[in-house]
């Protein structure tokens, strides 16, 4: 029998592993829980992608029966995330068999990138997979399956097993997650099948592994790389690590490295430990320590233990423009001694990182000589995977989903009015912000709930590690003590009777089908925190059936739920507007089919209807009997235009309060996703998102000028999540260059924001005025998620507060 892979001895079958879990097999298709076939074990779709090691797509079949199975007339089948029914089904065929505990490699596509080659294929194929969503059966069988829903697969007794990841359509119960050109979805080392793709696998580095054991770089895992080193080599850590991002080393395999370990992670997909050379060579540009990367292995080095390590040196690129993080892979390590003492942290303090954030060379900085004591992201560079520590580090991005937070290391860099780091410009991206992960025990040292404002106090400490999300951050393995600020949730004043307010509020992905707790939670900020205005501008309102991709686009359930929620809370009874898109061309959560909407107070405001608005109908200004008035109302600014191309269509409304003609229009603009990140290898980075935002904002001011043309004393506002930040081309397209003020710059500096991203206090919400009514408005801020660690959107709303005592008279008769 070929070796078992390392990290993947086979304990349990399907079944023994659903008994532990409590999943009733009885509730699965037979075909998808079969306890006597082999599982789709691992997926991965980025070969040859940027970034990826891997030259070439693959499957990884794994057996957890107790005998070898035979694969002869046998076949990997893959389907694209949405199938349609002309969709074709790209089918490899299989070959020969699988032993009780071994993996079978089917080796698919290669893409232009990658310099590893897989290990030599059990079967090979041709099939151009996606990197991020889409399905991978397992058939007994070669006829193209016809199947293209879950449903359907699940009946077809022929599909032996499913592994749908990202928003595929076809899956087990759930999909596995959204995968990268660097990470691929696989079962744990008991291939252990729920029958729930999201359950049963997890998302980290391709691990592949053929029927001989052997994984990429002809090793079979542990043993047949490097032999166990039992003397210092001729290098040390910082001869591997070099003096720029990438090591003068990577691709070769080293010996004989010595060190300590400082920290071990045992959790999840991209396992090993951190070791750190004691002595070093007085560079600071080189570090002294290295992570030896064991896949889904938990190594068995315990911090303290002194190592003579081996193995490949690699750089692994998390994703596409990501820095890369030099490590040990297929290693091999012989322990000398235990309990020794770890090397002491370097201390971040104040002076520690400087000030200037990144060299800008105006494109890739791998190769750059490090300057760490010039540059924030040289410093992390020369610092990579060395132990670090913050003191009393003040809080300046709450805790997320993924149990994280933000601290900086200078509290006097850009404050806020609640103790966060304001982003000010692209000159000034804060140095001083430094993201904390774990790798401790969760259920003994649980993560701190934190917002912004509160501290860690005490040390501390960890290895530098770093992720696509966020950058260079801090693996701690001490946590100081998370200690409260106080951070109270703070909402605006209410109108006066001469006012009509009006506000603007993203509330992040809201169906149909949302739990009953976020309409409540929303309810309650517009009635008790923003006090009911008069008008609202919704983004993110979903389809009643939320990001079920099911052709549903109305939005009714959504907006009725909600009206129902306020006037549950005291709040008035809402009416509202909204024009739905056509499916799936609106951007946005797959199926959600986003859109903005309005709610207003009929017993404060009319809604001046136009019949006529639709999907792709373009509002237009006409001069009527009481001055400007609206072809449609509500209506949309030329939403055919190729601005608008998978993005939010900007919705206009015509509105009648105290006796004024209000006009407002509520808008969402292209998402940042996409645009190189601040922490990323190009320096400075492109924003490559913001040519469709200055394209989006032209329209808006078209029509705002077109309106101001025949009513130059208009009311109009112009708000909603617009994507960029007061300084932007974006804004100055509306405001410097064109006809609208914005009154956030009437706020002090340390009030200008309404969301918090990778620790950076920022405004991407805001609200515009003509510059004739500038004079009479009044604005605020509502403190209600972006700094909350339980928020129920990542937005803080915002109500502006106008004056139509002196507006423009009534219209003529």
């Known amino acids: 029998m070929s070796?078992?892979?390392?990290?993947?001895?086979?304990?349990?079958?399907?079944?023994?592993?659903?008994?532990?879990?409590?999943?009733?097999?009885?509730?699965?298709?037979?075909?998808?829980?079969?306890?006597?076939?082999?599982?789709?074990?691992?997926?991965?779709?980025?070969?040859?992608?940027?970034?990826?090691?891997?030259?070439?797509?693959?499957?990884?079949?794994?057996?957890?029966?107790?005998?070898?199975?035979?694969?002869?007339?046998?076949?990997?089948?893959?389907?694209?995330?949405?199938?349609?029914?002309?969709?074709?089904?790209?089918?490899?065929?299989?070959?020969?068999?699988?032993?009780?505990?071994?993996?079978?490699?089917?080796?698919?596509?290669?893409?232009?990138?990658?310099?590893?080659?897989?290990?030599?294929?059990?079967?090979?194929?041709?099939?151009?997979?996606?990197?991020?969503?889409?399905?991978?059966?397992?058939?007994?069988?070669?006829?193209?399956?016809?199947?293209?829903?879950?449903?359907?697969?699940?009946?077809?007794?022929?599909?032996?097993?499913?592994?749908?990841?990202?928003?595929?359509?076809?899956?087990?119960?759930?999909?596995?997650?959204?995968?990268?050109?660097?990470?691929?979805?696989?079962?744990?080392?008991?291939?252990?099948?729920?029958?729930?793709?999201?359950?049963?696998?997890?998302?980290?580095?391709?691990?592949?592994?053929?029927?001989?054991?052997?994984?990429?770089?002809?090793?079979?895992?542990?043993?047949?790389?490097?032999?166990?080193?039992?003397?210092?080599?001729?290098?040390?850590?910082?001869?591997?690590?070099?003096?720029?991002?990438?090591?003068?080393?990577?691709?070769?395999?080293?010996t004989g490295l010595p060190g300590v370990v400082t920290a071990v992670n045992a959790f999840g997909g991209a396992r090993g430990f951190w070791f750190q050379d004691t002595e070093g060579d007085g560079d600071p540009r080189t570090s002294e320590a290295l992570f030896v990367f064991t896949g889904s292995t938990t190594p068995d080095v315990a911090v303290g233990d002194e190592v003579l390590a081996a193995g490949r040196v690699s750089e692994y690129r998390p994703s596409s423009g990501a820095q890369t993080i030099t490590q040990l892979s297929q290693a091999r390590w012989t322990v000398l001694s235990s309990g020794n003492a770890v090397p002491g942290s370097v201390l971040l303090d104040g002076d520690a990182i400087p000030e200037a954030y990144a060299p800008e060379p105006g494109g890739d900085v791998s190769g750059l000589t490090l300057e760490p004591q010039a540059y924030a992201l040289d410093f992390w560079a020369a610092h990579e995977h060395m132990l670090v520590r913050v003191e009393d580090a003040p809080v300046v991005g709450a805790t997320d989903d993924y149990e994280a937070l933000w601290v900086t290391t200078k509290p006097e860099q850009n404050p806020t009015v609640n103790g966060g780091t304001r982003y000010g410009s692209y000159d000034q991206p804060n140095s001083g912000r430094v993201k904390i992960e774990s790798?401790?025990?969760?259920?003994?040292?649980?993560?701190?709930?934190?917002?912004?404002?509160?501290?860690?106090?005490?040390?501390?400490?960890?290895?530098?590690?770093?992720?696509?999300?966020?950058?260079?951050?801090?693996?701690?393995?001490?946590?100081?003590?998370?200690?409260?600020?106080?951070?109270?949730?703070?909402?605006?004043?209410?109108?006066?009777?001469?006012?009509?307010?009006?506000?603007?509020?993203?509330?992040?992905?809201?169906?149909?089908?949302?739990?009953?707790?976020?309409?409540?939670?929303?309810?309650?900020?517009?009635?008790?925190?923003?006090?009911?205005?008069?008008?609202?501008?919704?983004?993110?309102?979903?389809?009643?059936?939320?990001?079920?991709?099911?052709?549903?686009?109305?939005?009714?359930?959504?907006?009725?739920?909600?009206?129902?929620?306020?006037?549950?809370?005291?709040?008035?009874?809402?009416?509202?507007?909204?024009?739905?898109?056509?499916?799936?061309?609106?951007?946005?959560?797959?199926?959600?089919?986003?859109?903005?909407?309005?709610?207003?107070?009929?017993?404060?405001?009319?809604?001046?209807?136009?019949?006529?608005?639709?999907?792709?109908?373009?509002?237009?200004?006409?001069?009527?009997?009481?001055?400007?008035?609206?072809?449609?109302?509500?209506?949309?600014?030329?939403?055919?235009?190729?601005?608008?191309?998978?993005?939010?269509?900007?919705?206009?409304?015509?509105?009648?309060a105290l006796n004024r003609d209000v006009y407002v229009v509520t808008n969402h603009f292209n998402s940042k996703g996409g645009d190189q990140s601040l922490h990323g290898v190009n320096q400075p980075p492109e924003r490559g998102s913001e040519t469709q935002r200055h394209a989006q904002a032209e329209l808006v001011r078209g029509f705002a000028e077109e309106l101001l043309a025949v009513d130059p004393q208009a009311n109009l506002v112009v708000m909603g999540d617009l994507n960029d930040f007061q300084f932007s081309r974006t804004l100055e397209i509306l405001t410097v260059d064109g006809p609208l003020d914005n009154p956030m710059a009437d706020l002090p500096e340390g009030e200008r924001y309404n969301y918090v991203y990778d620790g950076n206090s920022q405004a991407l919400d805001h609200i515009l005025v003509s510059q004739a009514i500038a004079g009479r408005v009044d604005y605020g801020i509502a403190r209600l998620n972006s700094e909350f660690h339980d928020q129920v959107s990542d937005h803080d709303p915002q109500v502006l507060w106008l004056d139509v005592r002196r507006g423009t008279p009534p219209g003529r008769p």
């Open 3 to 254: 070796p078992t892979r390392p990290g993947r001895l086979i304990a349990s079958t399907s079944a023994a592993a659903a008994v532990l879990l409590g999943v009733s097999l009885g509730a699965v298709p037979a075909a998808l829980a079969d306890t006597t076939t082999p599982v789709i074990s691992e997926v991965y779709g980025g070969g040859g992608n940027s970034g990826a090691e891997l030259r070439n797509d693959f499957v990884e079949l794994g057996n957890p029966t107790g005998g070898a199975v035979s694969l002869d007339g046998w076949s990997v089948q893959y389907l694209p995330a949405s199938p349609s029914p002309n969709t074709r089904v790209q089918v490899t065929e299989l070959g020969g068999e699988v032993g009780a505990g071994e993996h079978y490699l089917v080796r698919q596509a290669a893409g232009s990138g990658g310099s590893v080659e897989l290990p030599a294929p059990d079967a090979t194929g041709g099939a151009n997979m996606s990197a991020s969503a889409g399905a991978v059966l397992l058939v007994r069988g070669t006829d193209p399956v016809t199947c293209r829903t879950a449903a359907t697969c699940a009946e077809d007794g022929d599909v032996v097993d499913i592994v749908g990841y990202g928003d595929a359509v076809v899956h087990e119960n759930a999909p596995a997650p959204r995968l990268s050109n660097t990470t691929s979805a696989s079962r744990d080392a008991d291939l252990t099948d729920t029958g729930d793709n999201a359950a049963d696998l997890t998302a980290g580095a391709p691990t592949p592994a053929n029927t001989a054991g052997e994984t990429p770089g002809g090793g079979d895992g542990g043993g047949d790389g490097p032999e166990e080193p039992v003397e210092p080599g001729d290098l040390r850590v910082h001869d591997v690590q070099g003096t720029t991002r990438t090591s003068p080393h990577v691709g070769q395999q080293v």
């Open 439 to 656: 790798l401790l025990d969760r259920a003994r040292h649980p993560f701190p709930d934190a917002n912004v404002g509160d501290t860690l106090a005490g040390v501390t400490e960890g290895p530098v590690y770093y992720s696509q999300y966020g950058g260079y951050l801090v693996r701690a393995t001490t946590l100081g003590e998370h200690v409260s600020g106080g951070l109270e949730r703070t909402g605006v004043r209410d109108a006066e009777r001469y006012e009509v307010s009006v506000a603007t509020y993203n509330v992040e992905n809201l169906g149909g089908r949302a739990d009953q707790a976020k309409y409540d939670e929303l309810a309650s900020g517009i009635v008790e925190s923003l006090n009911s205005p008069d008008i609202i501008g919704l983004e993110e309102i979903q389809d009643n059936t939320g990001p079920t991709d099911d052709g549903v686009v109305d939005a009714d359930v959504t907006l009725d739920r909600l009206v129902a929620a306020v006037e549950a809370r005291g709040g008035p009874s809402y009416e509202w507007r909204q024009i739905s898109p056509q499916d799936k061309q609106d951007g946005g959560q797959p199926g959600g089919n986003i859109r903005n909407a309005f709610l207003f107070d009929p017993a404060r405001v009319r809604f001046v209807d136009r019949e006529g608005g639709d999907a792709t109908t373009a509002v237009e200004v006409v001069e009527g009997r009481r001055g400007a008035e609206l072809s449609v109302s509500p209506g949309r600014i030329d939403p055919e235009n190729e601005a608008w191309k998978s993005s939010r269509k900007p919705l206009v409304g015509h509105f009648r």
